[in-house]
């Protein structure tokens, strides 16, 4: 039984192989929050509520953070063109 956990996480995680770069950082915060939030949920006496509040905010960190990525990517992208235009 000690290994069912590892064996959903690890199928989990090599189902992300044909998402693209937004759903796996969803998918990722959705996950890290959950195991965050049962944690914090155990230890203050409700798993189940902690479990659905840490995947709730790990899923808004997720998007949040894939947004900063994208608008660093489009950053770069005009900073690299504005160079190639200027010479």
Avoid: H, W
Avoid at 17 to 42: C, H, K, N, P
Avoid at 52 to 74: F, N, P, S, T
């Amino acid at each position: 039984m000690k290994f069912v956990f590892p064996i959903l996480v690890v199928a989990t995680l090599s189902g992300c192989a044909g998402m693209s770069d937004t759903e796996q950082r969803a998918v990722s915060g959705t996950a890290i929050g959950a195991a965050g939030g049962a944690a914090i949920g155990a230890i203050a006496g409700n798993t189940g509520l902690g479990l659905a509040i840490g995947a709730g905010a790990g899923l808004v960190g997720g998007l949040v953070v894939d947004k900063v990525e994208k608008d660093k990517e489009a950053a770069y992208q005009r900073g690299y063109a504005a160079g190639q235009t200027s010479n």
